[in-house]
């Protein structure tokens, strides 16, 4: 069953955006938005947070889609005549939507301590920086992220942790060797 009759000839991709203005407005933000949160959201997962890989690179992404929705709604308002298009509003909604994301990830513990908010803050730099690539400024959004990037491999580095390697792992082989001890100590007595 055909539900769209297209012609042999025709280049339906083409037919939306020349493969230059794919490149530009999809292509290139999309991957840079991409290894970016992608960076921050396995930081993230080795330090055993909540919101890992997954979670960040889907509000980088979904960020940086909506913004460029948003662009070609200017751009088929404006060539249709309409001088003021409403259809400007929709990032506002990105904004107010990570921020319930955000709020779902700090949680208070027992000992009244906060917990989650450098990994909210991340998720919120993960929509900030979808937006802006999906917007069409590359150069600014790169180096929004290298800036971001730059200071989160610092930060842990500072801290004797290397962001690219998983932190549980680690403690998970102190807690072992405790146990082990723990073992021979009590077969022992």
Not at 19 to 37: A, C, K
Not at 111 to 134: C, D, E, K, P, Y
Not at 141 to 153: D, E, M, P, Q, S
Not at 163 to 182: A, D, G, H, Y
Request: charged residues 20%; glycine residues 10%; without cysteine.
């Amino acid at each position: 069953m055909i539900l769209i009759d297209i012609p042999d000839n025709h280049n339906l991709i083409e037919s939306i955006l020349h493969w230059d203005e794919w490149l530009y407005m999809i292509i290139i933000p999309g991957i840079i938005t991409f290894l970016i949160t992608f960076f921050v959201g396995l930081e993230r997962q080795n330090v055993g947070k909540a919101a890992g890989i997954s979670a960040h690179v889907l509000v980088g992404l979904s960020s940086m889609m909506i913004a460029v929705i948003q662009r070609f709604m200017f751009f088929q308002q404006f060539g249709v005549g309409i001088a003021d298009p409403e259809g400007q509003r929709i990032i506002a909604q990105v904004v107010s939507g990570i921020g319930f994301i955000g709020a779902g990830v700090i949680m208070e513990d027992r000992g009244n301590v906060i917990r989650g908010i450098t990994t909210a803050a991340t998720l919120w730099f993960s929509a900030v920086l979808g937006l802006i690539l999906g917007s069409g400024y590359i150069y600014e959004g790169l180096a929004f992220g290298l800036f971001v990037v730059i200071f989160i491999t610092l930060r842990d580095l500072k801290r004797g942790f290397n962001p690219l390697k998983p932190r549980v792992k680690q403690v998970r082989k102190i807690e072992s060797v405790t146990n082990e001890e723990n073992n021979k100590e009590k077969s022992e007595e």
